[in-house]
C-alpha cells in the first residue's frame, strides 16, 4: 500500500505568534514531527501550509531526502473557523500522487516518534479501515451536573486495580483514501487505537506550555543517550572554528579567524579511526575553502535543521548517536546537543548550550577548543581500543 502523510500548518496561531516556526530546542516546531515522519515507513510526506516562508524552508531544506513535499495551502482552509477535515479534503484533491492510506500528523505534537507512525500505519495492515494515538489516563472524569462518568464514587478504585479511560493526544490519525473520500472524517469505519506516553498529551497553548514542553524533549533525547566508542566528531563552524565574528579587511573582504592548532588534532583523530563531520547553518565560500584545506570530506552548508540531517548521516554510515561527538555554541545546536553520546561547547559558548553539554571545555572557540575536543576524545577512545 502507498502511505502519504499530510503535516498542515496555518500561518496564523491566536496563542503564540508563529508558533509553527517558533524553535522548540533549537529547531522549527514543525520539524520535529517532520522528521519523524521521514524516518517512518510513510513512502511520502506533504506539507500543506499557507506560509510561503515554510514551503521556502522545506524546498531549501530537504533535498537530502525525495519523501518530502511542500504544498501551497489555500486561504479559505487556512483560516482559524476552517475544519482540519476541509484541508485533508482540498489535499486529496489537489495531490497528483496515488494512494491507498493518508496519514494526518500535528504538528503541535514534538514528542510523536517514527515508531509511534508506524505503529499506527500497521493497524490498516490488520483489517482496520482507521486507527488514532491516543493516551491512557488513570483520571476520575466528572460531568458539569457534578456525576462521576468513569468510577462509582462509594466504590473509589486505586491506581493499579482502574483500567483508566484512552484519551485522543491529537498526535496521528490514519484513514483508508476508500473510507476518507465516503466520509470526509479523519477517521471512519472499524477503527483501532495505538497508545503513546502520557507526556504526548501535552497541549502548546501558550508560552507556558512552550517551556515545559521544552524541558520534557530536552530530557526524553538525554534520556535516550547512549556513549559508545567515539568513530565521528561533528563541529560546527561559526562559535566552535571561528570565534563567532565576523572582519572585514581593507578592500571589504570577509575575514574569519581560525586556529591552526586546531587542523592538527583533526588530523591525529583521522590517523586514529575518528572521521570529520562539519554541519553549519552558513553556505560560505570561505568556510568551504577552509575545510578543504583541513581534508574534511563530510562538509554540509547552509543547514538550518542540523538534527534531521545528523540522523540521516547516522543511518546512512549504519552508527549510532552513541558513537558521535558534538561541538556545538548556540541554540540551533541545542537538539545535538542533547542527543548524541557526548557533546561539547567552547568555553565562550552561549549559556543555553552550556547547560545542556556533558562537557563545557576550558578554551575559548578559535584558540583551542578544537584541539582540546581531539585530545579528550584520543583519552576516551583508548578504553575501547585496547
Not at 98 to 120: E, G, M, R, Y
Request: proline fraction near 2%; glycine fraction near 6%.
Amino acid at each position: 500500500m502507498k502511505q502519504v502523510a499530510l503535516i498542515p500548518l496555518r500561518k496564523g496561531s491566536k496563542g503564540i505568534q508563529g508558533k509553527n516556526k517558533k524553535k522548540m530546542l533549537g529547531r522549527p516546531l514543525f520539524c520535529w514531527i517532520l522528521t519523524e515522519a521521514i524516518f517512518s515507513e510513510l513512502d511520502q510526506i506533504f506539507v500543506f501550509t499557507d506560509d510561503e516562508e515554510i514551503l521556502k524552508f522545506i524546498e531549501k531544506e530537504y533535498t537530502w531526502t525525495n519523501k518530502v513535499h511542500p504544498l501551497l495551502r489555500s486561504a479559505e482552509n487556512a483560516n482559524d473557523t476552517a475544519s482540519t477535515e476541509s484541508a485533508m479534503k482540498e489535499f486529496v484533491e489537489k495531490i497528483n500522487y496515488d494512494f491507498d492510506v493518508l496519514c494526518l500528523l500535528q504538528a503541535t505534537s514534538p514528542f510523536t516518534t517514527s515508531n509511534d507512525i508506524n505503529k499506527v500505519l500497521n493497524k490498516l495492515d490488520e483489517n482496520y479501515d482507521a486507527a488514532l494515538s491516543v493516551v491512557k489516563t488513570h483520571r476520575f472524569i466528572w460531568s458539569n451536573e457534578g456525576k462521576a462518568q468513569n468510577y462509582d464514587i462509594f466504590k473509589r478504585p486505586r491506581r493499579q486495580d482502574f483500567d483508566g479511560l484512552l484519551i485522543e493526544n491529537g498526535a496521528i490519525y490514519a484513514t483508508t483514501k476508500k473510507e476518507f473520500v465516503q466520509s470526509n472524517n479523519r477517521i471512519s469505519g472499524k477503527i483501532a487505537v495505538v497508545e503513546m506516553p502520557e507526556e504526548s498529551l501535552t497541549e502548546i497553548d501558550s508560552l507556558t506550555d512552550w517551556e515545559i514542553t521544552e524541558k520534557l524533549l530536552a530530557k526524553r533525547q538525554k534520556q535516550l543517550k547512549e556513549q559508545k566508542r567515539i568513530d565521528y566528531l561533528v563541529l560546527d563552524v561559526d562559535g566552535v572554528f571561528t570565534d563567532g565574528c565576523v572582519y572585514y579587511g581593507k578592500e571589504g573582504e570577509l575575514i574569519k579567524k581560525f586556529d591552526m592548532r586546531d587542523g592538527m588534532g583533526l588530523e591525529i583523530l583521522r590517523q586514529n579511526g575518528v572521521e570529520v563531520v562539519v554541519i553549519t547553518s552558513e553556505n560560505s565560500k570561505l568556510v568551504e575553502e577552509r575545510m578543504k584545506k583541513l581534508q574534511i570530506k563530510n562538509l554540509f552548508l547552509g543547514v538550518k535543521d542540523k538534527f534531521s540531517l545528523l540522523k540521516s548521516f547516522v543511518l546512512n554510515k549504519n552508527t549510532s548517536f552513541g558513537n558521535i561527538a558534538y561541538v556545538g555554541d548556540d541554540v540551533n545546536d541545542l537538539t545535538c546537543i542533547c542527543s548524541v553520546g557526548w557533546s561539547f561547547t567552547p568555553q565562550n559558548a552561549t549559556v543555553t548550550l552550556k547547560n545542556n553539554a556533558d562537557i563545557i571545555l576550558n578554551q575559548n572557540s578559535s584558540e583551542g577548543a578544537i584541539r582540546e575536543t581531539c585530545e579528550w576524545i584520543m583519552k576516551y577512545n583508548k578504553r575501547y581500543d585496547i
